[in-house]
């Protein structure tokens, strides 16, 4: 399994907008691509402009045609604007806990 986290920090006052864009999209991600087994949205506690976000993928194809949905191409037609900087870790996943739970 492949995966990327994403850190994204915002420009301000556009983490609203950012998340109306987002958020679909990471639903659509885990719904519709069978190859997409994660997608989190994660907001850091002390800096609420800066977003991680924490996909699986199959693999680095799945990855690639992620990038082609068109609830990928829609929402980075919106968020491109919002991001004042962003970082990528490029990582494979050694052990996975999928029956976790929040707060559990």
Same mark, same amino acid.
């Given at each position: =399994?492949? &995966? #990327?986290? !994403?850190?994204?920090?915002?420009?301000?006052? *556009?983490?609203?907008?950012?998340?109306?864009? =987002?958020?679909?999209?990471?639903? +659509? /991600?885990?719904?519709?691509?069978?190859? &997409? @087994?994660?997608?989190? !949205? @994660?907001?850091?506690?002390?800096?609420?402009?800066? #977003?991680?976000?924490?996909?699986?993928?199959?693999?680095?194809?799945? @990855?690639?045609?992620?990038?082609? *949905?068109?609830?990928?191409? +829609? /929402? %980075?037609?919106?968020?491109?604007?919002? #991001? +004042?900087?962003?970082? !990528? #870790?490029?990582?494979? !996943?050694?052990? *996975?806990?999928?029956?976790? %739970?929040?707060?559990?």
């Amino acid at each position: =399994m492949y &995966c #990327i986290i !994403v850190q994204t920090r915002l420009k301000a006052g *556009t983490r609203e907008r950012f998340l109306a864009a =987002m958020l679909p999209n990471a639903e +659509a /991600s885990v719904r519709d691509e069978p190859g &997409c @087994l994660a997608f989190d !949205v @994660l907001e850091d506690r002390d800096t609420p402009e800066l #977003i991680h976000l924490y996909e699986i993928y199959t693999d680095q194809q799945a @990855l690639a045609a992620h990038k082609e *949905t068109s609830h990928y191409k +829609a /929402s %980075r037609a919106i968020v491109n604007e919002l #991001i +004042a900087e962003q970082a !990528v #870790i490029r990582a494979d !996943v050694l052990a *996975t806990n999928p029956g976790a %739970r929040p707060g559990g």
